[in-house]
């Protein structure tokens, strides 16, 4: 009458575990570190530099000297 509900037992093993999950576990969190840094020191964005902002500036400037010049001519 007063007897509880025991909880439920599962034995339940993953598909891809190996048997030797502890070392594989080590290895795979050591390449999987290994494999992060590789990515995230590769994905630096790599732009060109006649596109960089102090040769923008460089272009802007010579482009109102020769605007400059030019406007010599005309006159």
Do not use: C, T
């Not at 994905?43 to 960089?52: A, D, E, T, V, W």
């Not at 460089?58 to 020769?66: I, R, S």
């Amino acid at each position: 009458m007063f007897n509880q509900r025991k909880n439920k037992q599962f034995s339940y093993k993953p598909r891809f575990q190996d048997s030797n999950s502890d070392a594989h576990r080590e290895e795979s969190k050591d390449d999987l570190e290994r494999k992060w840094l590789e990515i995230k020191g590769g994905n630096k964005r790599k732009g060109s530099k006649l596109f960089s902002l102090p040769a923008l500036i460089m272009m802007l400037l010579a482009l109102f000297v020769l605007m400059y010049i030019l406007e010599g001519y005309i006159k």
